[in-house]
């Protein structure tokens, strides 16, 4: 067959139709099926208190503080910002504390009933059992908190998100891309038809 002088049908716009409707649907499924996992990745301490962190790889890692968040069948839901609390990270293996420097980024998540903003940077040569302890200064009084800390977290929520864009934006063009090729070439089917007559 001749592609010059194929003719699509007007099944090609449903085609695109198809495609584009697919695309949101696949961006729903991919958010969804990620941001459910992402919870996972961190590990949550309430403080005032202490608590083991076992960080399985050398790298960076951020602490964030979920001033909405959920553990267990407890919400616990603060202010957004919070002053006065103190937090150590100490090595087990070499009863060593880690520098805690403040976040870089001032990154946010909101997903599954929990919102977070990072507070603090650190990095760890080697993997290992981390004690996190939180507090406040000695006579002053302030409310039960979650932190929670992960690796590289702001990284794979943002992949996740880019990934995820991809998916609805080329499956918009490549519907654009068939709407198009289908309405030149039946116009031009058209024009042929009217000087032929």
Same mark, same amino acid.
Request: aromatic share 12%; glycine share 12%.
């Given at each position: 067959?001749?592609?010059?002088?194929?003719?699509?049908?007007?099944?090609?716009?449903?085609?695109?139709?198809?495609?584009?409707?697919?695309?949101?649907?696949?961006?729903?499924?991919?958010?969804f099926k990620?941001? %459910? *996992?992402?919870?996972?990745?961190?590990?949550?301490?309430?403080? +005032? =208190?202490?608590?083991? #962190?076992?960080?399985?790889? !050398?790298?960076?890692?951020?602490?964030?503080?979920?001033?909405?968040?959920?553990?267990?069948?407890?919400?616990?839901?603060?202010?957004?910002?919070?002053?006065?609390?103190?937090?150590?990270?100490?090595?087990?293996?070499?009863?060593?504390?880690?520098?805690?420097?403040?976040?870089?980024?001032?990154?946010?998540?909101?997903?599954?009933?929990? %919102? *977070?903003?990072?507070?603090?940077?650190?990095?760890?040569?080697? +993997? =290992?059992?981390?004690? #996190?302890?939180?507090?406040? !200064?000695?006579?002053?009084?302030g409310p039960?908190?979650?932190?929670?800390?992960?690796?590289?977290?702001?990284?794979?929520?943002?992949?996740?998100?880019?990934?995820?864009?991809?998916?609805?934006?080329?499956?918009?063009?490549?519907?654009?891309?068939i709407t198009?090729?289908?309405?030149?070439?039946?116009?031009?089917?058209?024009?042929?038809?009217?000087?032929?007559?």
């Amino acid at each position: 067959m001749d592609e010059s002088r194929f003719t699509p049908s007007r099944g090609y716009y449903v085609l695109a139709g198809l495609v584009f409707v697919a695309g949101w649907v696949l961006f729903a499924w991919f958010l969804f099926k990620s941001l %459910s *996992g992402m919870g996972a990745k961190l590990q949550q301490v309430v403080v +005032p =208190g202490e608590k083991e #962190l076992t960080l399985r790889e !050398p790298g960076n890692y951020t602490i964030f503080y979920e001033y909405h968040s959920v553990i267990g069948d407890k919400v616990y839901s603060t202010e957004e910002s919070l002053s006065g609390l103190a937090c150590v990270l100490v090595s087990k293996a070499k009863n060593s504390e880690i520098a805690l420097l403040p976040s870089s980024m001032n990154s946010t998540y909101e997903f599954g009933g929990r %919102s *977070g903003r990072s507070i603090f940077d650190f990095k760890i040569g080697q +993997p =290992g059992v981390y004690a #996190l302890s939180a507090g406040y !200064p000695q006579g002053q009084q302030g409310p039960e908190v979650v932190l929670a800390v992960g690796k590289d977290f702001t990284t794979g929520l943002f992949a996740t998100i880019l990934g995820a864009l991809a998916l609805v934006f080329g499956s918009m063009g490549i519907a654009v891309a068939i709407t198009l090729v289908t309405l030149l070439k039946r116009s031009k089917k058209k024009k042929l038809m009217a000087s032929q007559a």
